[in-house]
């Protein structure tokens, strides 16, 4: 059973920062197989890619509305990733998803699309004031 567990969200003041974490376990889960994305969703509306990396940090796609502002990064021997959000703005308030997607997806361009993440945590609120 693969378990992604996500921590760190909170109420926020717009400029402020927050960190999420992700911690992935799992007798199935072969982590050098499978990236590490976030994803966000609003009340109201479609759940949003937000960022993609492998577990070598060698590769990673951010969305363009948290680009310069989020960063993405990881703990191997943890087996945790980590989202550093800085400047946040109201719109970013939102449930925050860790997920994992093989890499053939990563690597085929369809990393920003939610139905081909194999793997889902429970989600972590986000709410930024203006």
């Known amino acids: 059973q693969v378990q992604l567990v996500e921590s760190g969200g909170g109420l926020v003041r717009a400029g402020g920062s927050l960190r999420l974490s992700c911690a992935a376990s799992?007798?199935?889960?072969?982590?050098?197989?499978?990236?590490m994305g976030w994803f966000r969703q609003a009340p109201g509306k479609e759940r949003e890619f937000v960022v993609v990396?492998?577990?070598?940090?060698?590769?990673?796609y951010y969305a363009d509305s948290v680009k310069g502002r989020f960063t993405s990064s990881r703990d191997n021997a943890k087996n945790t990733v980590y989202l550093q959000m800085n400047s946040l703005k109201p719109e970013d308030t939102a449930v925050y998803y860790c997920?994992?997607?093989?890499?053939?997806?990563?690597?085929?361009?369809?990393?920003?699309?939610?139905?081909?993440?194999?793997?889902w945590g429970q989600g972590t609120q986000v709410t930024v004031s203006s």
């Open positions: 799992g007798r199935t889960f072969t982590f050098s197989t499978y990236a």
């Open positions: 997920a994992a997607v093989r890499y053939r997806t990563l690597y085929s361009g369809n990393y920003d699309r939610a139905y081909e993440y194999d793997y």
């Open positions: 990396s492998t577990w070598s940090s060698s590769t990673t």
